[in-house]
């Protein structure tokens, strides 16, 4: 089940977190990983980790407000393993602040990375997608990390609430444009709660404050009351489901969003 034997991936933010792990359990499906990002040294030792599961991979300097930088990347993936059949527009970052004190620069970073990013990777990587999915019985996928921010409202975080729910029609629009087009590229979102990641350990700083306090494991207990399933999320529930949308076994799936996050938003 969730096989991506012979399959290509390109994961962008995954020198670490979700990216990481999803690029961990794609090798361990079967799949060759491409992984971008900007920390490059992390990348690195990320790709050195995925080799010595047997895996392969490679690493490619990935900023994903950068056009030059996708288009070398998805360049770097077809050339190193023949092709691309799946993109995970994964690289994000969290701001964690109010309407009262974000700034335009704050406001810009968050567009930048959480919608320019997504946008550019569907577009750039779009043609070899296509290009594979014409072959394949189930066509090629993009996954899009969206949020439960994506779906309500964030208390501590509306910035980042309106680019994760912005990330959230984009699947949606995108899976319809690639159908009517007859491009057979699934398109589908996945909603983390809240993961135990370096953004996971941001977000306990961010409530904190905005509870009052410097009480950081306060803020965390606080967070993980709201997941009903007693415990909060981690990288690898994720990289779980962001498989299944990858693989074939999601072949009728696109335009849906898969909610991840221990019954926070059933409530
Ligand atoms: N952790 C959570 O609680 C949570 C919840 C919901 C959604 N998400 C989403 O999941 C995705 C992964 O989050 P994570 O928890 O692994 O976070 P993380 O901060 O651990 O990892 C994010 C990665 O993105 C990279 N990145 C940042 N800016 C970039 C850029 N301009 N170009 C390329 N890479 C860049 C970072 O270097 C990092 O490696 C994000 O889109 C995030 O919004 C996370």
Redesign the pocket.
Known sequence: MNRLDGKVALI??A?????AETALMMVRAGAKVAI????DERGRQTVRALEAEGGSAIYTH????SPDDWAAAVAAAVSAFGGLDILVN?????LGRGIEDATMADWQRLCG?NLT?VFLGTKLAMPALRDRGRGSPNGSAIVN?A??AGLVGSQIDPLYSMTKGGVTTFTKSTALEFARKGYRIRVNSIH?G??E????AQ?FVSRAQTLGTNDVDAARRQSLTAHPIGRLGT?TDIANGIVFLASDDAGFMTGSGLVVDGGYTAQ
């Open positions: 962008s933010g020198a670490r977190g979700i990216g971008g990002d900007v920390l990935l900023d994903v407000t994964n690289a994000g970052v969290f990375v990013g990390l949020s439960i983390p809240v993961i990641t370096d953004m996971g977000t990288a």
